[in-house]
């Protein structure tokens, strides 16, 4: 058993924290698969990495459809940043592909370096206290890596300009769970 977190007053409650992590991972599924949508619209048909672009696409559909699910038996409400995220995810996807395969890659690497991050913060956040949803924070956050795992087997770190890149999407990725969180 983990030791539960001192809390302070005006610390948000267990169902306050449950309602933010589902709230905010409902959205980056969201914009995950808006990200590799954009990918596979200008880099669909790579021999290269056409089809794991197809897998890495599949999977984060998967954890959104369990993400609007868990939305609905909680009764939590979505980002009402959705809309931008709707946009963004494209525009980032479809933009990095544009720069090449491997700088589609980097933009993997930057986004899913982000996501695991911020689902071992979660995972620390419910401890015992949630143990469905902490089992799909862990099991999610395995996914996350392989696919940053197999975008650095792709050439990531080769694209140019790789350091700038990936700081300004890993940078922004943490900018869109903060907001998504309150938002």
């Not at 030791?3 to 409650?13: E, F, N, Q």
């Not at 999977?59 to 939305?71: G, R, S, V, W």
Request: glycine share 8%; hydrophobic share 45%; with cysteine.
């Amino acid at each position: 058993m983990t030791d539960k977190p001192r809390t302070m007053a005006g610390d948000p409650s267990l169902a306050q924290v449950v309602e933010r992590i589902i709230r905010v991972d409902q959205a980056g599924e969201y914009g995950a698969v808006r990200i590799y949508q954009g990918q596979r619209a200008v880099l669909g048909g790579s021999p290269r990495i056409g089809g794991a672009l197809r897998e890495m696409e599949r999977q984060e559909q998967d954890h959104l459809a369990k993400f609007n699910e868990l939305m609905s038996e909680r009764r939590v409400r979505p980002t009402l940043l959705q809309p931008l995220w709707h946009v963004l995810g494209f525009a980032l996807g479809a933009g990095t592909a544009l720069l090449g395969e491997k700088a589609a890659m980097a933009c993997t690497v930057a986004v899913e370096e982000a996501i695991d991050e911020h689902y071992a913060s979660q995972a620390a956040q419910l401890g015992d206290e949630e143990p469905e949803l902490l089992a799909v924070v862990q099991e999610f956050r395995d996914h996350e890596l392989a696919h940053r795992d197999l975008a650095l087997a792709q050439g990531a770190e080769a694209a140019p300009g790789y350091p700038l890149l990936h700081a300004v999407i890993k940078n922004g990725s943490r900018l869109a769970i903060w907001l998504s969180q309150r938002i």
